[in-house]
């Protein structure tokens, strides 16, 4: 989450009971079309939440807005 902050323009997020989670990135905000913003690690859905997400170094991380699963 910390990484995407610094790096993307626009990045709005907001808190559940589950934690930070990204609401917005620029122009594309969750909800919309009934698309929301999910990120994978190494080509694979992240299991735990964003703000959740301790990076191990070396993985790549993709932010993709789609229909939920």
Not at 2 to 7: G, M, P, S, V
Not at 35 to 47: E, H, I
Not at 56 to 64: P, V
């Amino acid at each position: 989450m910390a990484q995407l902050k610094e790096t993307a323009s626009g990045v709005v997020t907001k808190s559940s009971s589950y934690g930070e989670y990204v609401d917005a990135i620029g122009d594309f905000s969750s909800g919309k079309d009934g698309k929301y913003w999910t990120f994978y690690v190494d080509g694979k859905l992240a299991s735990v939440g964003a703000g959740a997400y301790l990076a191990k170094g070396g993985e790549k991380i993709e932010w993709k807005f789609e229909k939920a699963q």
